[in-house]
């Protein structure tokens, strides 16, 4: 077998589960890392993905022809645990899947419109230099670019998307995101959503705190 | 077991476990992108190094010494049925030794326990004095302040520590036996893969602690300690005791 086949068999493949793998790593690291934030965004992409199901289906509902059956092992199923599920409700060959919006590239897009929110939420602590401001747009870019990169495969190589569900998806996906991101930081002072772990600025006048505590004359 | 119970608890933990390597390593690349999350990023690149060697070392060993070597099966690939349902990826050749699975599972094993025992170990956090160079004896200059080792923000440290240590210690045993018990591993491949997986791990994670730097802290606790991060205009206090902006 040669080394190119092996290398685009395995690429192919971890696209094809990277929802499912990423819900499934956030759920083990924030076992493993006893991390609150990864609990939170982990329980926040699974309620998402009930929504973006859920949408689906009321377009079912209206549009019975956007419906796609397909057979869950094909690699257009969006990984191992969507496969098993499948055979849940009733057999490999009986998935329905809506046309728009995109379960899988809501899922990616989800988490870059987490890490925009993250970017707002945190705009002043960043300003003061907690972490490069440079850093964390280009990373936002990146993080963009990859999501771009990721509906072409979908919609062209893999032709498992079409282009208003891609479309959909991505814009569905990106909003939940920024919106869980923004409203759970806001929620929870800014606590739960705190992935960096990075000293917090506080309004110490709106607090009625003194701003700053001086030695005291001995 | 059979039907719904089965299909939950045996298929889709029988697919998590076999995946697991192959997922913590998307999350730690993946994250580490989407969410601006230095220390995961630079996690999730040694374990592609790690990845690339192993795969490299098992391809040297296959390319130069026969199948049997000194009457142990250390070279070549399994069969395909072997990589169908061992490998990491469906279809891919396989190999035993030294074996993949445990190589990553390694990696992340000393990884995540280097840096929960480094964040349960760590002294408490001291903020210094504040003294500006060339102000003259009218600036009081403010003392360095420690934080009690009994301190709220010092036992939520040292819990997050603990629990990443036990859970991480529990976790990676209870995945690591069926693994083994699944006919896909030899001994001398787990045991190759588990040291050259942990030494990555333990190398890759000392590099990058070099002078406690919070690159290396995937727990993100280590910025919170160093309030210092936060660069904003000082305050000067005078003899008198007030205060001047």
């Known amino acids: ?218 | 077991m059979s039907g719904i119970p089965s299909i939950l608890f045996v298929d889709t933990l029988s697919g998590i476990l076999r995946f697991l390597p192959l997922t913590l390593t998307l999350t730690f690349v993946f994250l580490g992108i989407m969410l601006n999350n230095m220390p995961w990023l630079i996690a999730g690149s040694g374990v592609l190094s790690v990845i690339v060697g192993v795969l490299g070392f098992q391809w040297l060993l296959s390319s130069l010494l026969p199948t049997t070597f000194l009457g142990l099966n250390l070279a070549g690939y399994g069969s395909p049925a072997m990589s169908l349902t061992c490998s990491l990826i469906p279809g891919n050749s396989y190999a035993q030794f030294p074996s993949l699975w445990f190589a990553i599972m390694g990696y992340f094993f000393s990884y995540i326990l280097l840096n929960a025992g480094s964040i349960y170990n760590r002294s408490p956090a001291a903020a210094p004095g504040y003294s500006p160079a060339g102000q003259g004896r009218n600036v009081l200059v403010g003392k360095p302040v420690s934080v009690s080792a009994n301190s709220i923000g010092v036992v939520q440290r040292r819990s997050v520590g603990l629990l990443s240590i036990i859970a991480v210690s529990i976790l990676f045993g209870i995945i690591m036996i069926p693994r083994f018990m699944n006919h896909c591993e030899s001994i001398l491949g787990i045991l190759a893969g588990l040291t050259i997986g942990s030494l990555s791990g333990w190398g890759i994670w000392t590099g990058v602690n070099s002078n406690q730097n919070p690159l290396a802290d995937i727990h993100g606790v280590v910025l919170g300690l160093s309030p210092g991060y936060l660069r904003h205009t000082p305050i000067a206090c005078v003899p008198t005791g007030g205060t001047t902006p």
């Open chain 1, 1 to 218: 077998m040669g080394l190119i086949e092996e290398i685009d068999r395995g690429f192919r493949y971890i696209l094809q589960v990277l929802p499912d793998s990423l819900i499934t790593g956030i759920t083990v690291l924030a076992i493993l890392l006893g991390n609150q934030t990864l609990f939170a965004l982990a329980g926040s992409s699974l309620i998402m993905q009930a929504l973006v199901t859920g949408i689906g289906y009321i377009i079912i509902k209206f549009n019975p022809d956007s419906v796609v059956t397909r057979i869950a092992e094909e690699p257009c199923a969006a990984g191992f645990i969507n496969n098993y599920w499948a055979r849940v409700r009733g057999g490999l060959a009986n998935v329905d899947h809506p046309y728009a919006p995109s379960l899988y590239l809501a899922t990616v897009a989800f988490f870059a419109g987490w890490g925009a929110g993250l970017k707002q939420l945190y705009a002043e602590e960043i300003d003061q230099g907690v972490i490069s401001n440079s850093q964390t747009t280009g990373f936002l870019i990146t993080a963009f670019i990859i999501l771009a990169a990721v509906m072409i495969l979908r919609i062209f190589v893999s032709n498992c998307e079409t282009l208003v569900g891609a479309f959909v998806g991505v814009a569905t996906g990106t909003l939940l995101g920024y919106v869980f991101s923004v409203s759970l930081g806001f929620a929870t002072d800014r606590k739960a959503t705190n992935i960096w772990g990075m000293p917090l600025l506080r309004d110490r006048i709106a607090a009625g705190s003194p701003i700053y505590t001086c030695q005291k004359d001995v």
